[in-house]
Each structure stands twice: as structure tokens, then as C-alpha cells.
């Protein structure tokens, strides 16, 4: 049996938030919060031209009602519901993408403040993932 390859990616902070946030948002949509896809709304068109504040808002009504419509089409869900990332129902990929996401925000948390603190970033990290061990995320020194 071969080992599996492993790779090293060297990012900044700024980087290592990003990397969180697009992880968390996979795995979001992996258990289909597909709602947690209007984290990303913009309410600026294409070209830069700001929206009024009501036509912002209708466009964004619109693009959820869109958005839980496809999720009851997709899943049967209705649209405050969906998979927990233990369930059976949920591919090993988004529980890889949620663990990593949770582990970089952990390790960020205690490089913001090494004594601890409270909330979630400062809980430790379990892996949920079947298939796949914890990734590693350490500070570069």
C-alpha cells in the first residue's frame, strides 16, 4: 500500500480567512444551506454602479426565493432546514471541507490570543470526516 502524497500551501492571514470562509461555505452548501450562498451577495452590478438600497433589496429577495425554491427542488428541504454534518446524507468531502475550516479558525484564535478565550474558534477541533484524518494548520515561524 502506498502513502498518500501530502502537500504544504503557505498563505498569509488574510489568505488563511479566505481559505476559512470559502471552506465553511462548501460545506454549508454541501448540507444544503444553499441560502448561506447569499453571504457572498454584492449589491453592486458587474460594472460598479451602485443599486438604490430597494432595488438592492429586491434583487435579493428574488436571487432567496430562487435559491430556497432549487433547495425544496434538490433536497425537500424547506428553507431553514437542512443535513447536520454527521448525516448519513452528507458526502465525506464537505465534512474535509468543514473540519479544515474550523481548524484554521481554531489555529487563528490562538495566534490572536495564546491564552485562550471563549466561543466556538477557541473549541477544540474534532475530526468528523470518515475517511480522512485531521489536516494539520500551524503557524510558520
Known amino acids: 500500500m502506498t502513502e498518500e502524497r501530502q502537500y504544504t500551501l503557505t498563505v498569509n492571514e488574510a489568505q488563511a480567512r479566505v481559505l476559512s470562509e470559502a471552506l465553511s461555505l462548501y460545506a454549508r452548501v454541501g448540507i444544503a444551506q444553499f441560502e448561506e450562498l447569499l453571504s457572498v451577495y454584492d449589491s453592486r452590478r458587474a460594472d460598479n454602479e451602485q443599486l438604490s438600497p430597494e432595488v438592492a433589496t ?10 430556497e425554491q432549487a433547495k425544496l427542488e434538490l433536497t425537500g428541504y424547506s428553507p431553514n432546514a437542512s443535513h447536520g454534518i454527521h448525516s448519513e446524507n452528507v458526502r465525506d468531502k464537505y465534512r474535509v471541507s468543514y473540519d479544515m475550516h474550523r481548524l484554521i479558525r481554531h489555529r487563528m484564535a490562538f495566534d ?6 471563549h466561543g466556538v474558534d477557541f473549541h477544540e477541533v474534532s475530526c468528523t470526516s470518515t475517511e480522512q484524518p485531521l489536516a494539520r494548520f500551524e503557524e510558520k515561524r
Open 58 to 67: 429586491q434583487k435579493y429577495h428574488k436571487a432567496r426565493e430562487h435559491l
Open 112 to 117: 490572536r490570543s495564546p491564552g485562550g478565550g
